[in-house]
């Protein structure tokens, strides 16, 4: 996936602050993404530094980066020089959250506790910034630049020389805009439903984006579709490959399997979604994953739920990425 091998169509996808969930954060990530053979994306909001989260990489070990890009570009620069120079092989700038969602468990948590320690960009403690009376997420939302847009993915092509992804696409239309700007890919996701409450969740929007890629002109391979959200077992991974999805990100299966067992839990997640994946693989007649297809699975009830959503959560949401901020 983006030149990396992979022991199966999976990354661990950016999730910040991993100590929250363990003393060891993101660092036990980093040493699970390592042996389990997936890459890692480093989230920029993190609570080992990025030098800490480099220096437990194996040589050769592969990454990805996430970016949150902030007001001063000059910084977000530097960063990304950094992220370069370290062999990170693709940035997703992840493009909804220009505005935090309302996390009222989070807000009633005030993020006092010990560990909870904030690293901007590389290392620089941003604990001057950062108003704690409202819970993690808010806490650390003030580095994101909300003003990001679409004029400014030309920026972002120039300051590097890794591929450029998109995170948090939610419909064709900016997905073939990401295509159209050159870009390297798009993760089609809902922030795993913690920014615009009721909105798609990635598998639901992966067929809409991969016919309007088609349309758009787009040859296979040239434009890497990526799902996160909700990824639980081998067979979802399977799902979302079939719909045309290079492949899937999980965020809170790690975390969940770092809090009760740190890293060796995550190698362990790992293994049993490989298990499940290649239990369906045999079961369904796919040998390898390129003959994981769209004849494989249904999608005429796509958007339908097993468990019952109340009433007023029927209608779903949709949003484009990249506008500019509304004002009441
Ligand atoms: C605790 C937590 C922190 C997250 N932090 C980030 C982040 O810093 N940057 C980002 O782009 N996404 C972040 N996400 C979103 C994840 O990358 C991912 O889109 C989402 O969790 C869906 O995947 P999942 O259902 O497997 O958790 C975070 C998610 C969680 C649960
Ligand atoms: C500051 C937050 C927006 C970090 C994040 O992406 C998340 O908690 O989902």
New binding site residues.
């Given amino acids: 996936m983006l030149g990396i091998p992979c022991s199966l169509p999976l990354y661990f996808?950016?999730?910040?602050?991993a100590k929250l969930a363990h003393q060891d954060g993101e660092v036990a990530i980093v040493k699970a993404a390592f042996k389990a053979g997936v890459p890692y994306m480093l989230?920029?909001?993190s609570s080992y530094t990025l030098d800490e989260m480099l220096g437990a990489c194996e040589p050769g070990q592969e990454l990805y980066a996430?970016l949150?890009v902030n007001p001063e570009r000059s910084r977000s620069e530097q960063y990304v020089r950094k992220l370069e120079a370290a062999g990170v092989k693709a940035l997703f700038v992840?493009v909804d959250?220009p505005q935090l969602g309302r996390r009222e468990k989070d807000m009633r948590s005030k993020f006092t506790q010990q560990g909870s320690d904030v690293q901007d960009k590389d290392g620089d403690e941003a604990e001057g910034e950062v108003d704690r009376s409202q819970g993690a997420a808010r806490a650390i939302s003030s580095y994101i630049d909300p003003s990001l847009n679409w004029d400014d993915v030309p920026w972002l092509k120039s300051i590097t020389k890794m591929k450029v992804l998109l995170?948090?696409v939610q419909c064709g239309e900016d997905a073939v805009l990401a295509y159209k700007a050159g870009l390297a890919g798009a993760v089609l996701?809902n922030?795993?439903g913690?920014q615009l409450d009721t909105c798609r969740p990635g598998i639901e929007v992966l067929p809409e984006v991969m016919e309007a890629l088609r349309e758009a002109g787009c040859k296979p391979g040239e434009f890497s579709v990526f799902v996160?959200?909700?990824?639980r077992r081998g067979a979802d991974i399977f799902k979302a490959v079939a719909l045309g999805a290079t492949g899937v990100?999980?965020?809170?299966?790690v975390?969940y399997a770092l809090a009760s067992y740190g890293s060796k839990g995550i190698v362990r997640m790992v293994q049993m979604l490989q298990d499940e994946l290649q239990m369906v693989m045999r079961l369904s007649g796919a040998p390898n994953v390129k003959m994981i297809t769209d004849k494989l699975v249904l999608t005429t009830n796509l958007a339908d739920h097993i468990v019952p959503l109340p009433t007023d959560n029927l209608t779903r949401l949709t949003y484009q990425s990249l506008q500019p901020a509304a004002r009441l």
């Fill in positions: 996808t950016a999730t910040a602050l989230p920029t909001l996430q949150y992840t959250a995170k948090g996701s922030h795993g913690r996160d959200g909700g990824i990100g999980v965020g809170r299966p975390l």
